[in-house]
């Protein structure tokens, strides 16, 4: 089975969570674990500010990019188990 490569950026909200930023990381490892990714790298790129933002409440998220390696169809597999994780603001992934 032939793997691509993605760079992900995720957004992540740690308001109100009892987590840290580190396991939060780990969790998002565990979901492209989940499915069939392979990590290679993470960079935590730390917290910035929203130019805009369409909630008043959350104005800055904390930016992490994670490079895998997984099967093809894998960034749409990804996209909706994190859709139920509350803890992923935002995710981009792209194919590298």
Avoid: C, W
Wanted: hydrophobic share 40%.
């Amino acid at each position: 089975m032939n793997n691509r490569n993605y760079r992900a950026t995720f957004i992540l909200d740690n308001r109100g969570k009892e987590d840290s930023i580190d396991q939060i990381i780990e969790g998002v490892k565990k979901e492209i674990a989940a499915v069939k990714g392979e990590v290679s790298g993470v960079e935590n790129l730390g917290r910035k500010d929203f130019a805009r933002t369409p909630d008043s409440k959350m104005i800055s998220g904390v930016y992490v990019q994670i490079l895998f390696s997984a099967p093809a169809g894998a960034s749409a597999h990804l996209h909706e188990r994190l859709r139920l994780n509350d803890t992923v603001y935002r995710a981009i992934v792209e194919s590298v």
